[in-house]
Structure formats: C-alpha cells, structure tokens
C-alpha cells in the first residue's frame, strides 16, 4: 500500500481521537514508516508520531470488566431501574 494512502487513513482516524481510532493510527503510522518511498526524515516523524500516541494514550482498565459495567456485574440487574 502507498505510503500516502497509511498517512491519509491516519489522519482520518485522527480526526476523531478514540482509543481505538488512536491505535489504528499508531499502527497505520508505523506501516507508513516501513515504506522505504519515505524519506529517513519523513520515516522518523511517523515513528515519533507513533511514540507520541502511545505515550499519551489513557491508562487500561485495571480492574475487572464488571466493575465496569453499570450493572455492577449482576448479570440480570436492571440498571436503567435506579
């Protein structure tokens, strides 16, 4: 894939800033600099990009998914009842 095309599609998922949008703009950064069409420089600065994501990323969850979930891990509970 040209190395455009993983920059545009970074930016994309980069105009709305979610977990998950952020990870795939790691990800399509870093595919961007394995292309050997980019220049070192070009190629440093999506490596740098893609440390700045990451570094800035929120922190995982910590405890387990049910404390999580408004049902306080009461699988029948009906949350919307309070």
């Known amino acids: 894939m040209p190395a455009t ?6 930016l994309l998922m ?5 977990t998950r949008n952020r990870t ?3 990800l399509l950064l870093n595919r961007a600099a ?9 190629r440093e600065a999506c490596l ?4 700045e994501l990451e ?7 910590t ?3 049910e404390k999580m979930r408004p049902n306080k891990g009461r699988p029948f509970h009906n949350a919307a009842a309070y």
Do not use: F, K, M, Y
């Open 5 to 10: 095309s993983l920059l545009v599609a970074a």
């Open 14 to 18: 980069l105009r709305h800033p979610c």
């Open 24 to 26: 795939t703009a790691s």
């Open 34 to 42: 394995q292309n050997t069409a980019l220049s070192p420089a070009e």
């Open 48 to 51: 740098i990009l893609v440390d």
């Open 55 to 61: 570094s800035d990323a929120p922190p995982a969850p």
């Open 63 to 65: 405890g387990p998914a």
